[in-house]
C-alpha cells in the first residue's frame, strides 16, 4: 500500500497571504490527524477528521481551518499567515478514530512565512 | 510545568550500547506512543501503549501508569538509530487529542 503522502512538501509565502495543504491518507483509512512542528513549541496537535466531520480540534485560531472529502483525503487551510505559522506541518492516517489507532504520518509540509 | 517530559534531551551512545530514554506525564492517559523522527521530518509510529510492555526487534517499551511513567529501550544501539524519539500521550477523556514531549535527541557514533 502507498502510504500517506503530502503536497506540496515546499512552500513559500508572505505574511496575509493564505495556504491549502494537502493530505492523502493510506488506502482505507478513515482518520486524518493535522500536526504542526516548530523548533519552539516541538509538536503540536491541529485537528483530527474522520468520515468527513471534524471531531477534535486542538488550541489554534479560527485561521488554522480544515476539511475532509468523501474519498478521506484531506486539506488545510491557513488564512491571514503570520510569521509564527512557519512550520513543518504533518498529517497522519488511521483506519478508525485516531483514539484507538497507531497512526502513519506523511513526510510533512515544509511552510516559511517571509 | 509541561504535561509531557522526556529525559534526557539529549543523548550520545556508542554503537552497541544499551539506551534508555524516559517519559513522564501529569496528567490521566488512555495511551502513550513512542515516536521516531529522523532528519529531513518523517516520522515513524514505534508503540501504543496502554499497560505493560511491548517489544519489537531490538526496541522495547514499557509503562507503569501508576508511577505515570513510561521507557523506551534500544538494545545493541546502531547509527542507524539515530533520531528523535519522541513521546505522545493520549489524554483522557479529551476526544483524542495527543500532547507530545519535546523529544530526545540520539545519537548513536560507530
Known amino acids: 500500500k502507498a502510504g500517506v503522502t503530502q503536497t506540496p512538501r515546499y512552500l513559500i509565502k508572505t505574511r496575509g497571504q493564505q495556504v491549502t495543504l494537502s493530505c492523502s491518507p493510506i488506502?482505507?483509512?478513515?482518520?486524518v490527524s493535522w500536526y504542526q512542528q516548530t523548533p519552539g513549541q516541538g509538536l503540536q496537535f491541529l485537528f483530527e477528521?474522520?468520515?468527513?466531520?471534524?471531531?477534535n480540534k486542538g488550541n489554534f485560531p479560527g485561521r488554522f481551518s480544515g476539511r475532509q472529502f468523501s474519498n478521506s483525503r484531506s486539506e488545510m487551510n491557513v488564512s491571514t499567515l503570520e510569521l509564527g505559522d512557519s512550520a513543518l506541518y504533518l498529517c497522519?492516517?488511521?483506519?478508525?478514530?485516531?483514539?484507538?489507532?497507531?497512526?502513519?504520518f506523511g513526510p510533512g509540509t515544509r511552510l516559511l512565512v517571509l | 510545568k509541561n504535561e509531557v517530559e522526556q529525559s534526557p534531551q539529549n543523548l550520545t551512545a556508542q554503537e552497541g550500547e544499551f539506551i534508555t530514554i524516559n517519559c513522564s506525564y501529569s496528567?490521566?492517559?488512555?495511551?502513550l506512543h513512542w515516536l521516531q523522527q529522523h532528519p529531513g521530518g518523517g516520522i515513524v509510529s514505534l508503540f501504543m501503549?496502554?499497560?505493560g510492555k511491548k517489544k519489537h526487534g531490538r526496541l522495547i517499551a514499557t509503562i507503569n501508569i501508576q508511577e505515570k511513567h513510561s521507557s523506551l529501550h534500544i538494545t545493541a544501539s546502531h547509527p542507524r538509530d539515530s533520531a528523535v524519539y519522541i513521546c505522545?500521550?493520549?489524554?483522557?477523556?479529551?476526544?483524542?487529542?495527543?500532547?507530545f514531549g519535546k523529544g530526545t535527541k540520539l545519537s548513536v557514533k560507530p
Open positions: 497522519a492516517s488511521s483506519l478508525e478514530r485516531l483514539a484507538a489507532e497507531t497512526q502513519y
Open positions: 488506502s482505507g483509512h478513515r482518520s
Open positions: 477528521y474522520f468520515s468527513e466531520t471534524q471531531r
Open positions: 496528567v490521566g492517559i488512555s495511551a
Open positions: 501503549l496502554s499497560s
Open positions: 505522545a500521550v493520549r489524554q483522557r477523556g479529551s476526544q483524542g487529542n495527543l500532547i
